[in-house]
């Protein structure tokens, strides 16, 4: 797996990703830096962490948007799979993070 540098909302983050998945979270990355930003500039929100919610809970209502497989118990499906994969990362980097507030 890579390490990879990249900036959200200013600050750098190290993240890990699989040979060959460079831009699919580069897609990611950017996605959530403009969520996270937007939320920032409206001004209304100051605390990263608080931020970093608001962008997750944005960009998983539009997910739910999309037209997708009812998924079974232990039976996710792709976006859910994939949702619930930077949810971890999300909170893996926000708890590792001592700037939150």
């Known amino acids: 797996m890579k390490q ?10 190290v993240l890990g990703c699989p040979e ?5 979270l580069g ?3 950017g996605k959530v830096d403009e969520a996270m930003c937007k939320i920032r500039d409206a001004g209304k929100i100051k605390a990263r962490d608080r931020i970093a ?6 960009l998983a209502f539009d997910l739910t948007d999309r037209p997708t497989s009812v ?3 232990g039976d996710h499906s792709a976006s859910t799979s994939q949702l619930l994969t930077l949810l971890k990362r ?3 980097v926000l708890a590792s993070d ?4």
């Open 20 to 24: 060959g998945g460079e831009t699919r």
């Open 90 to 92: 999300l909170d893996n």
């Open 98 to 101: 001592n700037q939150l507030l």
């Open 71 to 73: 998924p079974t118990e």
């Open 53 to 58: 919610v608001l962008a997750a809970l944005n």
């Open 4 to 13: 990879i540098e990249v900036q959200i909302m200013g600050q750098g983050y």
């Open 27 to 29: 897609q990611a990355v």
